[in-house]
């Protein structure tokens, strides 16, 4: 039994608890929540079938082979660069000759080694494709919809479910009592069926169709508390960003499109390496368009800005957002997009735009007070990294980090629901030493934090130091990525910082009025949004956040924590070279999968180490021990608070030349259009009226019509002059 | 001699008084004999024409016609006794209230 007999049934499966749940989700109650769980269950299980078939039909890598051919590829790099230096130099050829001698071996030794890399053959049929006709006519291909599943499909497949399990399992808990439950299920349900549908779809078509319809439920699902005003702003400032983004996308697809007449992944990257061949320059544009859709799902600078608004819906959902869906979407968008991404120059743009939304999410990280919106820009920078990872050929190092990411930031930010849900408040100045009321979440939310910081052996240490290893492998290409290093380096160092601020203040310390005042803060951020005080009074009530002595979650809620914990530690062995690399080897898709030996991965780990814990000790004298006290200037924090006039910026700039151009147009909608319309519909009620004086019921007065009518056209033929 | 004129002119004549009855008069049957002088006027004219044409076409659509006035005046007749059982009269004024 191929995976295509069953595999069309994960993403289906949720949909149905959709249907079931919009339909007559009311009538089921509570019921609602659990068929949606036992959905996604079983849909979790074809993912787990669906990737051991797709292990066991892929091909084998050598692990050690690999390694050795990347020593050997980058050896003859290195001496082809000596040579011609060489060469160029005029140096004598006693100097040359055994180089060369050398370069010559190592070329001969590389088919030999490429043919034993491969351990085992691919089985017949992977990767497996399926392909129906869709929207063709009269015999032309159209767009057909079909499936690919390949390793990346598979893995993403599986994360994306268990992670949305387990998230809607913690729903349950959450959610209760609230008065729109079965809808919110409803919603989340069919988040995570586009979600699914989309890293399984074969055409970039389809992926479109799928992220659109992503793009659809997370502004439902923002704006869940509709009635709220700030979620209101939040769900179409959601939906406007990442539609101008989309923007970008379809051009690239068109573009796409326009140029080798599919959009079918499978024939695109068997024709990118000849059709966009000396066309780098088309190659780097349509690049750079996908690239700004992916931006825009992903939160990259400079359209990271919804991001941070889209809290305003409930914590599962941020959870949804941040870990298994839509922002995985962009990452996933760039790793199938690479084979034409090679072709052009837009790599080393998505890494920079990486690179530095990484350095700036972790900064502005650290200047806000509330829980959920220190892990949103904890998200952003996380997923700066992996774009990072990605313009640097770390394909799977970006894949490895998409994985483990998922897991501890659905940990931590369903962490954060069970401490909101706990303490009734979102700023972590509010609450009271939440460690002694709350044992449980503490413990889950350490691991996902240290995680998060990347301290050896959590899941998030291998798979960052995998992009940093990338990266220093990049270096010496001449795209400046000397500085992006340190910049990576010193984000590493900023998260350790905000991670364990978060921590400290939030589970550690009692609560105190937050320095930046956080109702002030909220005030502000209302104020931007033009608010009223009535609305921001309105908004309080809807919220009801007000702090009470904290207790902990029910077992909904902890059961998934305790799960993600468990991923979000052990996952990341998955990649270590511990092991053999497995899951790098696995998805090694034709991509270099970044196999360093272990002898060069010390300095990494080491180094990767001393930051993190660096940042962990800077974070515990200030915060913690408060030995040091360091009071950022002025200026810096307000920037970082306004988060760096950004929205300011967009409203000028895009927002109030709108509203200008609207106001005239309105003008003319409501004054010429409205009132045109309406004297149509008027002036023919009016001639109606008339009408009926007509029909006044004596006969004679029809008969006297109808000679008179007569009488009308004999006249009226004999003036036109036409007889028989 | 008599021609297409005279019969024409016939017709008219006839056509012009059952038109004038069918206007003026309130007797609903009054009405309905006008009405019938109306068409006979007509068959008058049809006839004319197929005689002074040499058409017999004329002739045959005159016989239907015929028949069909018959009905009409069964329909017709029916319907008034109909308004005179139920209003105790059968004048065009009954007629017109029927819309309300």
């Known amino acids: 039994m191929t995976p295509l007999s069953y595999a069309w049934l994960i993403p289906l499966l949720p949909a149905l608890a959709f249907a079931i749940n919009i339909l007559c989700g009311y009538r089921l109650g509570k019921r609602a929540a659990w068929l949606s769980v036992a959905l996604l269950a079983l849909s979790t299980l074809l993912a787990v079938a669906l990737l051991i078939q797709v292990r066991q039909a892929a091909p084998v890598w050598d692990n050690a082979g690999l390694v050795r051919m990347a020593e050997v590829e980058g050896r003859v790099a290195a001496l082809q660069g000596e040579l011609t230096e060489l060469r160029r130099l005029g140096a004598e050829a006693a100097v040359i000759q055994p180089l060369a001698r050398e370069l010559a071996t190592l070329e001969a030794e590389l088919p030999t080694l490429a043919a034993a890399v491969l351990e085992r053959e691919a089985a017949p049929g992977f990767p497996f494709v399926s392909e129906l006709a869709w929207l063709s006519i009269g015999g032309q291909e159209g767009i057909p919809f079909g499936l690919l599943l390949d390793p990346l499909a598979a893995l993403l497949v599986l994360m994306v479910a268990l992670v949305s399990l387990l998230i809607h399992l913690f729903s349950i808990g959450y959610m209760e009592g609230e008065a729109r439950f079965p809808t919110f299920f409803a919603y989340l349900s069919l988040f995570s069926a586009a979600m699914l549908a989309m890293v399984m779809s074969r055409n970039l078509f389809h992926i479109l169709l799928f992220w659109e319809l992503m793009g659809v439920m997370s502004y439902l699902l923002i704006g869940f508390y509709y009635r709220k005003i700030a979620a209101q702003q939040a769900m179409k400032k959601a939906f406007l960003v990442t539609k101008l983004a989309d923007l970008g996308l379809l051009i690239g697809l068109f573009w796409l499109y326009r140029h080798f007449g599919t959009l079918d992944l499978v024939r695109l990257s068997e024709l990118a390496p000849s059709l966009l061949a000396g066309a780098s320059g088309v190659a780097?544009?349509?690049?750079?368009?996908?690239?700004?859709?992916?931006?825009?799902?992903?939160?990259?600078?400079?359209?990271?800005?919804?991001?941070?608004?889209?809290?305003?819906?409930?914590?599962?959902?941020?959870?949804?957002?941040?870990?298994?869906?839509?922002?995985?979407?962009?990452?996933?968008?760039?790793?199938?997009?690479?084979?034409?991404?090679?072709?052009?120059?837009?790599?080393?743009?998505?890494?920079?735009?990486?690179?530095?939304?990484?350095?700036?999410?972790?900064?502005?990280?650290?200047?806000?007070?509330?829980?959920?919106?220190?892990?949103?820009?904890?998200?952003?920078?996380?997923?700066?990294?992996?774009?990072?990872?990605?313009?640097?050929?770390?394909?799977?190092?970006?894949?490895?980090?998409?994985?483990?990411?998922?897991?501890?930031?659905?940990?931590?930010?369903?962490?954060?629901?069970?401490?909101?849900?706990?303490?009734?408040?979102?700023?972590?100045?509010?609450?009271?030493?939440?460690?002694?009321?709350?044992?449980?979440?503490?413990?889950?939310?350490?691991?996902?934090?240290?995680?998060?910081?990347?301290?050896?052996?959590?899941?998030?240490?291998?798979?960052?130091?995998?992009?940093?290893?990338?990266?220093?492998?990049?270096?010496?290409?001449?795209?400046?990525?000397?500085?992006?290093?340190?910049?990576?380096?010193?984000?590493?160092?900023?998260?350790?910082?905000?991670?364990?601020?978060?921590?400290?203040?939030?589970?550690?310390?009692?609560?105190?009025?937050?320095?930046?005042r956080a109702a002030a803060w909220h005030q502000g951020a209302l104020a931007e949004l033009n608010m009223s005080a009535k609305e921001v009074e309105h908004d309080k009530r809807l919220s009801h956040s007000h702090p009470h002595p904290p207790h902990e979650s029910g077992w909904q809620m902890l059961t998934p924590l305790w799960l993600l914990a468990v991923g979000a530690t052990v996952l990341g062995l998955l990649g270590s070279p511990l092991l053999g690399n497995p899951l790098q080897t696995f998805v090694y898709y034709g991509a270099k999968p970044y196999l360093a030996p272990l002898s060069k991965q010390w300095l990494g780990f080491v180094l990767g180490t001393a930051v993190a814990l660096a940042g962990i000790t800077v974070a515990w004298l200030l915060y913690g021990s408060q030995q040091l006290s360091l009071r950022a200037p002025e200026p810096l924090t307000r920037l970082l608070q306004k988060r760096l006039y950004l929205d300011q910026l967009y409203y000028r700039l895009l927002a109030d030349p709108a509203t200008r151009l609207a106001q005239p147009l309105a003008w003319f909608d409501l004054k010429v259009l409205e009132r045109g319309v309406k004297g149509v519909a008027n002036s023919i009620s009016l001639l109606a009226r008339l009408l009926t004086l007509w029909q006044s019921g004596y006969v004679r007065l029809y008969a006297l019509s109808i000679l008179l009518g007569t009488v009308a056209l004999v006249l009226l033929l004999a003036i036109l002059g036409v007889n028989a | 001699m008599l021609t297409l004129s005279h019969f024409l002119a016939l017709a008219a004549v006839l056509f012009a008084i059952g038109l004038y009855g069918a206007l003026t008069r309130r007797n609903l049957v009054a009405v309905l004999i006008s009405v019938d002088i109306m068409l006979n006027a007509v068959l008058i004219n049809l006839i004319a024409f197929a005689r002074f044409t040499d058409n017999v076409q004329g002739d045959l659509l005159a016989l239907f016609a015929v028949a069909i006035i018959a009905a009409k005046v069964a329909i017709g007749l029916s319907l008034f006794l109909n308004v005179f059982r139920h209003n105790g009269r059968a004048t065009v004024e009954v007629l017109s209230r029927m819309k309300q």
């Open chain 1, 284 to 516: 780097t544009a349509i690049g750079l368009l996908l690239f700004v859709g992916a931006m825009g799902k992903s939160a990259q600078f400079p359209l990271h800005v919804w991001l941070l608004d889209a809290m305003e819906g409930p914590t599962p959902v941020s959870a949804m957002i941040h870990a298994a869906t839509m922002v995985a979407a962009g990452v996933y968008l760039i790793a199938r997009a690479t084979p034409i991404l090679v072709m052009g120059e837009a790599l080393p743009v998505i890494a920079w735009v990486g690179g530095l939304t990484a350095l700036l999410a972790a900064l502005l990280a650290l200047a806000f007070t509330d829980v959920k919106k220190i892990l949103a820009w904890s998200t952003a920078s996380q997923l700066g990294l992996m774009f990072l990872g990605l313009g640097v050929f770390g394909w799977a190092a970006a894949v490895f980090h998409l994985v483990t990411h998922a897991f501890f930031k659905a940990l931590l930010f369903l962490g954060s629901g069970s401490m909101i849900h706990g303490s009734g408040t979102q700023d972590i100045f509010e609450m009271d030493r939440l460690k002694r009321a709350m044992p449980a979440t503490r413990a889950t939310f350490i691991i996902g934090a240290l995680s998060l910081i990347g301290v050896v052996p959590f899941a998030g240490f291998w798979s960052k130091d995998k992009i940093l290893l990338a990266l220093k492998d990049a270096l010496g290409t001449g795209y400046g990525y000397e500085l992006l290093l340190v910049l990576a380096y010193l984000a590493v160092f900023l998260t350790a910082l905000y991670t364990t601020r978060l921590y400290l203040i939030a589970f550690e310390q009692p609560s105190r009025p937050s320095p930046w």
